[in-house]
């Protein structure tokens, strides 16, 4: 039952270019999404998060978009840096239903190359 | 930058033996939470804690797992009879509130079951 999907196990990228993450859900109930980084043998940072009321949110070199009717989401982040590589997880979770569990994806792992 | 910690990091155990993994929340969140990443999976939802009562629990938290706030500052996960299944990442999380707040992660408690 994978109700919040991340269709890319892997991406590479140019130190200085864009990354995409992109995140796929299933469940329509969910109206809060977030992004979380994660290194070897630490737990998840968060890193950005976005409500269904928007559809675009910024925080420095990230930013997440959401197409509610794609049931849709993407991590952007520019320019990309050595730093940033790491293990991204999408979760969405439904609040206003009274239901505030996280749901995750299994993960992209961003290889930023210098 | 006030976090989540988590002890021990890494924890040995025998099956059938009973473990106890430690969490401090961030002081002033009210919502506590754990999740468990099997190896190679997804960061899965265990159960949540509010107001000294479990609020929600998935369908992993049977009757082998109990939650405890013994005083005012730790949040325990207990397995009562460890299986070899159960070796997995442990995460502990917590939030201010519950609609919308993000959920800060711990760095984990890796079980090991032998």
């Known amino acids: 039952d994978q109700q919040v999907k991340q269709n890319s196990p892997s991406l590479s990228v140019q130190e200085g270019r864009i990354s995409i993450l992109n995140c796929d859900y299933t469940?329509?109930?969910?109206?809060?999404f977030l992004w979380y980084k994660k290194y070897p043998a630490e737990g998840p940072t968060f890193l950005i998060s976005?409500?269904?009321?928007?559809d675009k949110n910024e925080d420095g070199r990230f930013t997440v978009f959401l197409n509610k009717s794609a049931k849709h989401l993407s991590l952007h982040i520019v320019p990309s840096q050595p730093g940033d590589s790491a293990v991204y997880f999408c979760?969405?979770?439904?609040?206003?239903?009274?239901?505030?569990?996280?749901?995750f994806g299994k993960g992209t792992r961003l290889s930023v190359i210098a | 930058e006030p976090e989540v910690t988590q002890t021990p990091s890494h924890q040995v155990t025998q099956m059938g033996q009973e473990v106890i993994l430690r969490c401090v929340p961030i002081?002033?969140?009210?919502?506590f939470y754990w999740y468990r990443q099997i190896l190679g999976q997804k960061v899965e939802f265990l159960v949540s804690?509010?107001?000294?009562?479990?609020?929600?629990k998935s369908e992993i938290f049977d009757d082998q797992f109990s939650v405890e706030r013994p005083d005012g500052s730790n949040f325990t996960l207990k397995i009562r009879s460890t299986k070899l299944e159960d070796s997995a990442m442990y995460f502990c999380?917590?939030?201010?509130?519950?609609?919308?707040?993000?959920?800060?992660f711990g760095p984990g408690t890796r079980l090991t079951v032998l």
């Open positions: 976005i409500s269904s009321i928007k």
């Open positions: 804690f509010y107001n000294n009562e479990i609020s929600e």
């Open positions: 999380a917590s939030s201010e509130g519950t609609l919308g707040d993000t959920q800060y």
């Open positions: 469940n329509s109930m969910f109206d809060y």
């Open positions: 979760a969405a979770s439904a609040p206003n239903s009274g239901n505030t569990p996280l749901v």
């Open positions: 002081s002033n969140h009210l919502y």
